[in-house]
């Protein structure tokens, strides 16, 4: 199933952390999106899964700030 995109306000950074069960090995991912939570997921679990990894823990986000304003 496609994300389903919802246009917000402001550009948010989501953070992820990624890994696989075998390794000891843990990724970072960051991904600043207006387009929401959903989004950002599918971009993260992408991400995992072409590292090989199988696990994901969804960590936070900011609100990017401001240009010009």
Known sequence: MY???????FTWAYKFLY???D???VYLYTIETKEGFQVAESAAWGNATFDGCN????IGK??????NG
């Open 3 to 9: 994300p389903i995109k919802s246009k917000n306000k």
């Open 55 to 58: 696990k994901i823990k969804y």
């Open 19 to 21: 890994w696989s069960g």
């Open 23 to 25: 390794e000891n090995i």
């Open 62 to 67: 900011n609100k990017m700030e401001v240009e």
